[in-house]
C-alpha cells in the first residue's frame, strides 16, 4: 500500500524550530520529487518547497525562502523540511506530496502535480 507519513508537528514558540519528516511506505521516492504544502484555517493549500529526485534542485516559496531547509535522505525513504525561524502566520497544517520525476520550478506549488500525499501534521507557532 502506497503511503506517505508526515510527523515533527508540535507547538512551538516564535523563533523556534521544528524539523517534519514525510515517510513513505509502498514505494521507493528515490525516483519522485516530495513537495511540502501548507493549508491554514480557512485559506487555501500552498506550496511551501520541493525536492527533486534526481537534479538535485529544490524551490522555496518567498515566505520561507532562507528560513526553511527540504532535505531527502534516500536510504530511509524519508524526506525533511527543516524550519527555523518560526513565525506565527507559519502556523497550519503541514502536508508532503510525491510525483515522479523531478520539481519544476513553474509548477511545484500546484497541487495537482502530485500524484500521493500525506495526512498532515499540524504546526502551530505561538507564544
Known amino acids: 500500500q502506497v503511503q506517505l507519513v508526515e510527523s515533527g508537528g508540535a507547538l512551538v514558540q516564535p523563533g523556534g524550530s521544528l524539523r517534519l519528516s514525510c515517510a513513505a511506505s509502498?514505494?521507493?521516492?528515490?525516483?519522485?520529487?516530495v513537495g511540502w504544502f501548507r493549508q491554514a484555517p480557512g485559506k487555501e493549500r500552498e506550496g511551501v518547497s520541493c525536492?527533486?529526485?534526481?537534479?538535485?534542485?529544490?524551490y522555496y516559496a518567498d515566505s520561507v525562502k532562507g528560513r526553511f531547509t527540504v532535505s531527502r535522505d534516500n536510504t530511509k525513504n524519508t524526506v525533511y523540511l527543516r524550519m527555523n525561524g518560526l513565525k506565527p502566520e507559519d502556523t497550519a497544517v503541514y502536508y508532503c506530496?510525491?510525483?515522479?520525476?523531478?520539481?519544476?520550478?513553474?509548477?511545484?506549488?500546484?497541487?495537482?502535480?502530485?500524484?500521493?500525499w500525506g495526512q498532515g501534521t499540524q504546526v502551530t507557532v505561538s507564544s
Open positions: 506530496a510525491a510525483e515522479f520525476g523531478d520539481c519544476s520550478g513553474r509548477y511545484y506549488n500546484y497541487t495537482t502535480y502530485y500524484e500521493y
Open positions: 525536492i527533486s529526485a534526481s537534479d538535485g534542485n529544490t
Open positions: 509502498g514505494f521507493t521516492l528515490d525516483y519522485y520529487y
